[in-house]
């Protein structure tokens, strides 16, 4: 069954336990062990102060806020150890995320700073994405979606390692040929567990509970222009797309005006090309649309699905997992070849449903890729630029190799979520309706579900009435993103 958990941040940023008392509260939301936002007192929150040659954001000298006075901290149960000067992120599943936030009370803007560069400092794996997030337009935390849209970087694609004057490696320790390797081929980075000499000072001991020093200074310098979101509503920066187990310790987070000269001390760094990616879709675009996207089901519940929406007189897009059309035993072929007869959409969704981010290579990404275009052309005879990942999660590696392989793809996830993967086995599937309306009363007009359990099936129809009720147009979704190849409503 492709059951999702939503997408990491989302999740955790969605539904707030606590609020700025100015936000509207909603009815029926679960209590999350996650505080995306903190109420407190206005004399407390920092004052904006004018454009900088640089902006520190974060020196993980406080365990609960950056130093621009706002929350930083994990979600998804992602481990973290922190002591003044660093924060350790123990990883094992890539929805997990960490976030510094540019601000609580709205949306902060990175204009000023627009030509500058992304400088973050670390020891341990570059395994993993960095996100700039964009807020929602409203920039109000309680709307959906929250955080917005966000653009990722694969970090090891900006890493600078520069060797200290006192410290000369031998080729055993430190092969510039090796550095120089692409990500692809270079084995994992791992910071080489070295003690400073006494007069560089050391960020610790080799106690368990100390980040051990590295000989080798370990960056990222990102332009903030291959974030491509609206940088006047920003929220915060992330980490997160997580896809080995092994650790990373954030010591350093800030906005710089320039990166250092190319040297044969940091292998002559120079900042690569922002690579093609997917465009990131969490909402419609259309004026009072609404979409569905429903996600691969069980066949016996697909006459029933099929039946609803021809007597609701809507249309749909499905995203379907192409190892469902090769088993012939489901019939899904011939149930999605009448659906496209009907006027529905059908769009990717992978070919075994993995998280596809957690794959050990780009290769297996790209398997997972082909392998669903193929079966779409051999068993529907159709294309299609439309992608939902497996459980929602995204990363940057998933995200550039669907732009190598599609061109201008569509990554959709949504800003609704009827939690059938949460209630509809429970003895209270009824949430699943509490979940969809809390959704649209956020301000989500785009909705994730499957046909896996009955119930959920059995509230389609409330589902599909309740957004009529309240003055939507409900449509496919790339009808509703404006597609100029979409067909006429």
């Known amino acids: 069954m492709q059951i999702p958990s939503l997408l990491a941040y989302f999740r955790a940023a969605i539904v707030l336990t606590l609020l700025p008392s100015t936000a509207t509260s909603f009815p029926h939301q679960e209590p999350r062990p996650f505080h995306w936002l903190e109420a407190r007192d206005s004399e407390q929150l920092p004052t904006r102060q004018a454009p900088l040659p640089s902006l520190v954001i974060d020196t993980f000298q406080d365990s609960l806020h950056n130093d621009l006075g706002f929350w930083h901290g994990a979600g998804e149960n992602l481990t973290v150890h922190h002591e003044p000067g660093f924060m350790r992120l123990s990883p094992n599943d890539p929805d997990q995320n960490f976030h510094t936030q540019f601000d609580t009370r709205g949306c902060f803007s990175l204009l000023p700073w627009k030509n500058q560069f992304l400088h973050v400092v670390f020891d341990g794996t570059d395994q993993f994405t960095v996100s700039l997030n964009e807020h929602n337009a409203e920039c109000f935390p309680s709307r959906s979606p929250f955080p917005g849209v966000p653009d990722s970087i694969q970090a090891s694609r900006y890493v600078m390692r520069t060797k ?166 489901t019939n899904f072929t011939h149930f999605y070849r009448e659906m496209l007869k009907k006027g529905h959409q059908v769009a990717l969704h992978s070919n075994t449903h993995p998280k596809m981010e957690a794959l050990p290579t780009t290769e297996k990404i790209d398997e997972e890729i082909m392998q669903t275009i193929r079966v779409f052309q051999d068993r529907l005879d159709l294309t299609s630029r439309y992608f939902r990942p497996p459980f929602g999660t995204v990363g940057a590696r998933m995200r550039q190799r669907l732009a190598k392989h599609i061109e201008s793809p569509f990554i959709v996830n949504w800003s609704v979520d009827v939690e059938d993967w949460l209630w509809a086995n429970t003895s209270t599937p009824e949430k699943q309706l509490d979940a969809f309306y809390r959704g649209v009363a956020r301000g989500g007009n785009l909705a994730v579900m499957h046909f896996l359990n009955p119930t959920t099936v059995a509230y389609l129809r409330r589902f599909i009435r309740h957004v009529k009720s309240v003055g939507f147009k409900i449509m496919r979704i790339d009808q509703c993103l404006g597609d100029p190849f979409s067909p006429a409503l």
Request: net charge negative.
């Open 164 to 329: 200290p004057e006192w410290f000369d490696a031998d080729e055993s320790e430190m092969d510039e040929s090796e550095m120089d390797e692409s990500e692809e081929r270079r084995p994992r980075a791992r910071s080489l567990q070295f003690k400073r000499p006494s007069s560089m000072g050391s960020c610790g001991d080799d106690d368990d509970d100390q980040a051990p020093a590295s000989p080798t200074r370990t960056e990222l310098f990102i332009p903030l222009s291959h974030f491509h979101i609206n940088h006047g509503r920003v929220v915060s920066v992330s980490f997160t797309g997580f896809y080995t187990n092994e650790s990373i310790t954030l010591r350093r987070v800030e906005i710089v005006p320039s990166t250092p000269p190319p040297t044969s001390k940091n292998n002559h760094f120079k900042i690569p090309e922002k690579l093609p990616s997917g465009h990131m879709i969490l909402r419609c675009s259309v004026p009072n649309s609404f979409a569905f996207g429903i996600d691969d089901g069980q066949p016996q519940y697909a006459q029933e699905v099929m039946k609803i929406l021809d007597e609701e007189d809507v249309r749909v897009t499905f995203f379907v997992v192409g190892a469902g059309l090769r088993d012939q035993t």
